[in-house]
């Protein structure tokens, strides 16, 4: 069984998705959900869903050993970002394979600080005419590794982040499962 680590900063809605795709899948589960938020949603989402939640601080990402061993604890063979807004650390990405979620078409609108309504917003701001989402290998820098797949949504004139977040959900939530299980039965 090839087990999915999720680490996600916010409400969880694409870890739950993921958990509920691979639930039966024959050989690609999700095993644990980590988070560095204590008051995130993605904890009930996991908790309700009967996936383990690590929640962890910037010391135990960073400086200790304690997010590698809950990783090794859960079988952890890939690594999944989806909406978690801190930079990988080397020990990741020399032990695992990790993926992320970006809510635009990179390279635009990405790098540090660029997540979730900011994203949007810089997207309206500067009159795009589509936004999309990218699904992308990480490295050592925000939002620059391989580009895997990116499917793209229109930018209305009127619209606002919150109508156009609603749109990049919709993509999230279609492809991004599909990608994640392409590139784990790929690799």
């Given at each position: 069984?090839?087990?999915?680590?999720?680490?996600?900063?916010?409400?969880?809605?694409?870890?739950?998705?993921?958990?509920?795709?691979?639930?039966?899948?024959?050989?690609?589960?999700?095993?644990?959900?980590?988070t560095n938020n204590p008051k995130a949603g993605?904890?009930d989402r996991a908790r309700l869903a009967g996936?383990?939640?690590?929640?962890?601080?910037?010391?135990?990402?960073?400086e200790s050993g304690t997010v590698l061993a809950?990783?090794?604890?859960?079988?952890?063979?890939?690594?999944?970002?989806?909406?978690?807004?801190?930079?990988?650390?080397?020990?990741?990405?020399?032990?695992?394979?990790?993926?992320?979620?970006?809510?635009?078409?990179?390279?635009?609108?990405?790098?540090?600080?660029?997540?979730?309504?900011?994203?949007?917003?810089?997207?309206?701001?500067?009159?795009?005419?589509?936004?999309?989402?990218?699904?992308?290998?990480?490295?050592?820098?925000?939002?620059?590794?391989?580009?895997?797949?990116?499917?793209?949504?229109?930018?209305?004139?009127?619209?606002?982040?919150?109508?156009?977040?609603?749109?990049?959900?919709?993509?999230?939530?279609?492809?991004?499962?599909?990608?994640?299980?392409?590139?784990?039965?790929?690799?």
């Amino acid at each position: 069984m090839n087990f999915i680590s999720v680490f996600a900063s916010g409400s969880g809605s694409n870890a739950e998705n993921l958990t509920v795709y691979f639930k039966k899948h024959p050989s690609i589960r999700v095993g644990l959900i980590l988070t560095n938020n204590p008051k995130a949603g993605v904890i009930d989402r996991a908790r309700l869903a009967g996936v383990p939640v690590k929640i962890f601080n910037r010391h135990d990402f960073y400086e200790s050993g304690t997010v590698l061993a809950a990783l090794r604890e859960y079988r952890t063979a890939y690594i999944v970002l989806a909406g978690f807004l801190w930079l990988a650390p080397d020990y990741l990405l020399e032990k695992y394979p990790v993926l992320n979620i970006h809510p635009a078409l990179l390279p635009a609108y990405g790098g540090k600080g660029m997540y979730g309504m900011h994203v949007h917003r810089a997207v309206i701001a500067g009159r795009e005419t589509q936004s999309g989402i990218t699904i992308h290998e990480v490295d050592s820098e925000y939002d620059n590794g391989r580009i895997l797949f990116q499917a793209a949504c229109p930018v209305a004139p009127d619209d606002t982040p919150e109508r156009l977040a609603a749109r990049i959900h919709e993509l999230e939530y279609r492809y991004f499962p599909h990608v994640v299980e392409k590139w784990i039965t790929e690799n």
